[in-house]
């Protein structure tokens, strides 16, 4: 069992900068692969940026790449989303999610664990 809490969200105007941090409980976080969703109003969840247990292995969406970068620290359990440039089109629900397989699961979009969510709002 992995419990995830998102922090970091908030207002920022177009072009600013923001860091997301997902701290995870429990003992096993470094065999866990994590992964950033987020979801807007009226649209589904979509993938935005995954990372292997180890860290070696990223991947991020198309539409985030280049902008945002994803991030571990397994000693503080925490994984990281620091987001820059930010428009307009990224404000949403941001959610931190973890499964044991990176590729199929996170990457995938079909993880076992999930937060709650944290807002990030991008004004014009």
């Known amino acids: 069992q992995v419990e995830l809490v998102e922090s970091g969200g908030g207002l920022v105007q177009a072009g600013g900068s923001l860091r997301l941090s997902c701290a995870a409980s429990?003992?096993?976080?470094?065999?866990?692969?994590m992964g950033w969703f987020r979801q807007a109003p009226g649209q589904e969840r979509e993938f935005v940026a995954a990372?292997?247990?180890?860290?070696?292995?990223?991947y991020n969406s198309d539409s985030v790449k280049g902008r945002f970068t994803i991030s571990r620290d397994n000693a503080k359990n925490t994984v990281y989303l620091q987001m820059n440039s930010l428009k307009p089109e990224d404000t949403a629900v941001y959610y931190c999610?973890?499964?044991?397989?990176?590729?199929?699961?996170?990457?995938?979009?079909?993880?076992?664990?999930w937060g709650q969510g944290t807002q990030v709002t991008v004004s014009s």
């Open positions: 990372i292997s247990w180890s860290g070696v292995s990223t």
């Open positions: 999610a973890a499964d044991r397989n990176y590729r199929s699961r996170v990457v995938g979009g079909t993880p076992d664990y």
């Open positions: 429990g003992r096993t976080f470094s065999s866990y692969a």
